[in-house]
């Protein structure tokens, strides 16, 4: 059972490059969401979907986009990468999006560096 | 603002002594609290929640302390294992998880 999958895990931009961090998971959960860990800030919620074609923004939306066209993949896009976005990136997912929904299951990270 | 804090950024404990990590929130609409444990080069993976109804939640070594009129908890391990050694986080949400918030993390190393 793979669980939540990320890709790339390792991954160094330019300043002004476009990406996309890709995460899948296998367990038909209906709720994901993308968090980054910066030293000193705990987990950070980017964005996050509640199902296919629903996505909403988090904490810390800026210079990301998100969409959500099947239940399994959620990618997160960086359209133009700055420094500031240099970060380790985990994708999460749970059950469901209805009320409380547990604990989330997260994916191993996707290190990023910006140059 | 960060509305969940863990002010230890680290904790050393002998092998077999307890554990105790702490954390403090600020919002009181949180109604879950849950705690993550997390490995190098890993995942978070979840550890144990507790909810806002209750003061108490045990599972094993570990247990989770809930104080709401301090807003306050704390996660005890007993006994200690050295395979303990990690960064543990607290997290808090509402009704819907896109309000969990997460702490910075507390590393603890437990020395055999």
């Known amino acids: 059972n793979a669980g939540v999958t990320q890709t790339p895990k390792f991954q160094v931009l330019k300043t002004g490059q476009s990406m996309t961090l890709q995460c899948a998971q296998d367990?038909?959960?209906?709720?994901m969401s993308w968090y980054r860990q910066d030293p000193g800030m705990g987990l950070r919620l980017i964005h996050y979907s509640v199902g296919a074609g629903i996505t909403d923004q988090g904490e810390v939306p800026n210079g990301y986009n998100v969409s959500r066209s099947t239940t399994e993949d959620f990618p997160l896009r960086l359209l133009s990468a700055a420094p500031s976005q240099t970060s380790v990136y985990f994708c999460?997912?749970?059950?469901?999006?209805?009320?409380?929904?547990?604990?989330?299951?997260f994916g191993e990270g996707s290190r990023l560096t910006v140059l | 603002d960060q509305q969940v804090k863990q002010n230890s950024p680290s904790l050393s404990v002998q092998e077999g002594r307890i554990s105790i990590l702490n954390c403090d929130y600020t919002?009181?609409?949180?109604?879950?609290f849950l705690w993550y444990k997390k490995y190098p080069a890993e995942g978070p993976t979840f550890l144990i929640s507790i909810s806002s109804i209750k003061d108490k939640n045990e599972d094993g070594r570990f247990t989770v302390f809930l104080n709401k009129s301090a807003k306050h908890l704390s996660l005890h391990i007993v006994p200690s294992q050295p395979g303990d050694s990690a960064v543990y986080f607290c997290?808090?949400?509402?009704?819907?998880?896109?309000?969990?918030?997460f702490g910075a993390g507390t590393r603890l190393t437990v020395k055999p």
């Open positions: 999460a997912s749970s059950y469901s999006s209805q009320g409380y929904t547990g604990e989330l299951f």
């Open positions: 367990m038909n959960h209906e709720y």
């Open positions: 919002n009181s609409m949180f109604d879950y």
């Open positions: 997290a808090a949400s509402g009704y819907n998880n896109n309000d969990m918030r």
